[in-house]
Nanobody, 123 residues
Framework: QVNLVESGGGLVQAGGSLRLSCAASDRAFSSYAMGWFRQAPGKERTFVAAISRSGSSAYYADSVKGRFTISRDNAKNTVYLEMNSLKSEDTALYYC????????????????WGQGTQVTVSS
């Protein structure tokens, strides 16, 4: 069982930045690929970004490419999502998730989830 705790969400103006963090409880953190997903009210949970176990490969949704950066620190059991040039359409509850081995973009393929952190972008 991997416990994931997100933090760093909040209210920000359009064009601003936020940095989300997700701390994992498992000492085998480096054996998990990590992903960030988001869910707006009344909508499905969608892929935002994912990173490989070593951090050498990262993947992004087209809607956030060039604005968001995913990274991880395996020594700190933490994954990050740096969000810049935020838009109102980025408003959502953001979740981090973990799965063994390969990173994917499909939320159903992730085994462990945090409870989410709210990001609200005002226009």
């Amino acid at each position: 069982q991997v416990n994931l705790v997100e933090s760093g969400g909040g209210l920000v103006q359009a064009g601003g930045s936020l940095r989300l963090s997700c701390a994992a409880s498992d000492r085998a953190f480096s054996s998990y690929a990590m992903g960030w997903f988001r869910q707006a009210p009344g909508k499905e949970r969608t892929f935002v970004a994912a990173i490989s176990r070593s951090g050498s490969s990262a993947y992004y949704a087209d809607s956030v490419k060039g604005r968001f950066t995913i990274s991880r620190d395996n020594a700190k059991n933490t994954v990050y999502l740096e969000m810049n040039s935020l838009k109102s359409e980025d408003t959502a509850l953001y979740y981090c998730a973990a799965r063994p081995f390969r990173a994917t973009m499909e939320p159903r393929e992730y085994d462990y989830w945090g409870q989410g952190t709210q990001v609200t972008v005002s226009s």
